[in-house]
């Protein structure tokens, strides 16, 4: 075709993509809006910027964001190349100097006479003639936003963010969390939540090292905002000692089977995927540090050994309700020249976003050259991902980060920390396995080249 493909948004899922685009030699327009126009948390023009943190967490594949780096780097991804060469010492974490990371990034893929740069806003949603990847993150700008929302509807763009904190089911103790309802009754229906009791003396060691919690700090533009239906726990705490049992620790209607009696107050875990391997803190949300978050939850009776799959946390998101509007490729349901990725693709984490925009990038490619776009299997950890943010409820749609738990099943591997650090080392090699006869059967054009092979 010689219309070029559109990528808007040169953050990390962008630049992956754009670079997806390049190695099939499909001409790509890649639009960043900064230094012009910036976002309230990028401090730079620079492309793929790291807006916090300069981790992109666990290099050791028998964790799932191990894997996920382990697929992107053998499929040949320029943001895990990038990655790579910028790496800091950071232990068993793949942490990078951010400069060099951006740096590496941009010369990249300035080096491809098939990608155009252009520093400029986009306010409007190219034509139906240009293929065009959406990949303007979390921070979306008004106009862009504005257009999404027209062609996703209103409802299918959330804007503000307010996750909960996520365990892994099977650390959960049992022997003192009971599965109950406070109304039986549809979606509060017994056996969907796990219920944690507190006494009063209980309680009250968990209120108080909730009160003495370093918070993160809060982005100006995010200040304004998080009053509005999304209350941080710990900002309901301050209130009073109880407001915390008539909110979202309220006892009412639940007795503790242990006891015969209602307990002081309960902490409800909500089923949050269809494998019911992992449980939300229903209402949990809150703006601690991560550190300090893991040791206040572990106060909580039940939650003593809990693995956390997700952290909770408080901010601005632009993002799609993607089992609605998208398809495992990240194609529109609508309009199929159509695609998001990234961060607004309902995923979370830089690695994810990047991972979102690999398999937009190569969906797009495949639909340039006249072909249909193919998924990824869902035994890797990109497939995994497309099928959580397609196969999700749409009702309570979050976004995620990559977790074993949104892989299909394996045989069981045995319980405790053996039996499950046996099952995601099957995950790896499974995933690895598949990820490389896709690869074959998609004939990548430099494979081998680009992609660092091993691992
Ligand atoms: C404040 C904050 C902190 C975060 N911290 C972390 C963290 O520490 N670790 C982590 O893993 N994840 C973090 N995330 C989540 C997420 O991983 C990052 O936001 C990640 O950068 C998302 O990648 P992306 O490519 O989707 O979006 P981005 O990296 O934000 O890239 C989108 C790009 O699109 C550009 N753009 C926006 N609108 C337009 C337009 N209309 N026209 C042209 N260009 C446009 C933006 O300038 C930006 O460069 C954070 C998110 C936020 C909001």
């Keep these: 075709m010689n219309e070029p493909v559109h990528v808007i948004g040169g953050g990390l899922a962008g630049c992956e993509a754009a670079w997806q685009l390049a190695r099939w030699n499909v001409r790509t327009v890649l639009w960043e809006m900064r230094p012009g126009r910036s976002t309230?948390?990028?401090?730079?023009?620079?492309?793929?910027?790291?807006?916090?943190?300069?981790?992109?967490?666990?290099?050791?594949?028998t964790n799932a964001a191990g894997l996920l780096k382990e697929e992107m780097r053998r499929f040949g991804s320029i943001i895990l190349k990038a990655a790579d060469s910028a790496k800091v010492p950071a232990g068993s974490a793949l942490?990078?100097?951010?400069?060099?990371?951006?740096?590496?990034?941009?010369?990249?893929?300035?080096?491809?006479?098939?990608?155009?740069?252009?520093?400029?806003?986009?306010?409007e949603l190219p034509g139906t003639k240009n293929i065009t990847i959406i990949a303007s993150g979390p921070l979306t700008s008004d106009s862009l936003a504005t257009a999404i929302a027209e062609f996703t509807g209103e409802d299918a763009l959330y804007f503000y963010d307010a996750i909960a904190p996520v365990v892994e089911a099977e650390t959960i103790d049992t022997t003192i969390a009971f599965k109950g309802s406070r109304y039986d009754r549809g979606d509060d229906a017994a056996g969907d939540y796990f219920n944690c009791p507190l006494n009063k003396e209980e309680y009250d060691r968990f209120y108080d090292a909730l009160m003495e919690a370093a918070p993160v700090t809060w982005h100006e533009f995010e200040k304004d905002h998080f009053f509005e239906g999304c209350l941080p726990i710990e900002e309901l705490a301050r209130r009073g000692r109880d407001t915390l049992c008539f909110?979202?620790?309220k006892p009412v209607g639940l007795v503790d089977p242990r006891t015969g009696r209602r307990p002081h107050a309960v902490v409800q875990l909500r089923q949050d995927n269809r494998a019911a391997t992992h449980y939300n803190l229903v209402g949990f949300q809150n703006h601690l540090k991560f550190a300090e978050q893991e040791r206040i939850l572990r106060?909580?009776?039940?939650?003593?050994?809990?693995?956390?799959?997700?952290?909770?946390?408080?901010?601005?998101?632009?993002f799609i309700n993607s089992p609605r509007v998208l398809r495992p490729t990240y194609q529109t349901r609508a309009r199929a020249g159509l695609f998001f990725a990234g961060q607004i693709s309902g995923v979370e984490g830089y690695l994810e976003s990047a991972a979102a925009g690999l398999m937009a990038g190569t969906g797009a490619a495949a639909l340039a050259r006249g072909q249909e776009p193919r998924p990824f299997p869902p035994t890797t950890a990109h497939g995994a991902l497309a099928h959580y943010i397609t196969e999700a409820d749409p009702r309570h749609f979050v976004p995620t980060n990559i977790s074993f738990g949104l892989f299909p099943a394996l045989p069981d591997a045995g319980r405790g920390r053996r039996g499950r650090r046996e099952r995601n080392r099957r995950h790896g090699e499974r995933a690895l396995a598949d990820l490389a006869a896709f690869c074959a059967s998609l004939n990548l054009p430099d494979h081998g080249s680009t992609a660092v092979q091993g691992g």
């Design 40 to 61: 309230p948390a990028h401090k730079t023009g620079d492309l793929a910027e790291l807006v916090c943190s300069n981790s992109f967490r666990s290099d050791v594949i």
């Design 95 to 123: 942490a990078v100097d951010r400069a060099e990371f951006s740096r590496q990034v941009r010369d990249a893929l300035e080096s491809r006479p098939e990608i155009e740069i252009r520093h400029d806003e986009v306010t």
């Design 247 to 249: 909110g979202p620790m």
């Design 299 to 318: 106060l909580i009776p039940g939650l003593a050994k809990a693995e956390f799959i997700r952290f909770g946390q408080i901010h601005r998101n632009s």
